[in-house]
């Protein structure tokens, strides 16, 4: 059984940095696509970016273009994700996802495997 357990989630002022990890077990890392997602209170479940299994493509949300990196260590079986320039408006609840297939990175339907989510929080 596949399992993501990600880390890194805390507390930043605005403009500060975190990053993120997510750690995969139970099946090869690099058979998957892996993505960040968030989730604001009240809001749907959303797009941060994507990997492809090489780490050759990455795909970011409007959101997180020029501020975000996204990077996975097939030896490590993690993928990252590091947050700069952050705003308030980046709290959320962030969940890696890991997909077998090959649905493209934004859908949430297209992933297979979810992480428990981590904590960003933003303070102005």
């Known amino acids: 059984q596949v399992q993501l357990v990600e880390s890194g989630g805390g507390w930043v002022q605005a403009g500060g940095s975190l990053r993120l990890s997510c750690a995969l077990s139970?099946?090869?890392?690099?058979?998957?696509?892996m993505a960040w997602f968030r989730q604001a209170p009240g809001k749907e479940r959303e797009f941060v970016g994507g990997i492809n299994r090489s780490g050759g493509t990455i795909v970011y949300a409007d959101s997180a273009k020029g501020r975000f990196t996204i990077s996975r260590d097939n030896a490590e079986n993690t993928v990252y994700l590091q947050m700069n320039s952050l705003k308030p408006e980046d709290t959320a609840v962030y969940y890696c996802?890991?997909?077998?297939?090959?649905?493209?990175?934004?859908?949430?339907?297209?992933?297979?495997?979810w992480g428990q989510g981590t904590q960003v929080t933003v303070s102005s």
């Open positions: 139970g099946r090869t890392f690099n058979s998957y696509i």
């Open positions: 996802a890991a997909q077998e297939s090959t649905m493209g990175y934004v859908l949430r339907q297209g992933y297979n495997y």
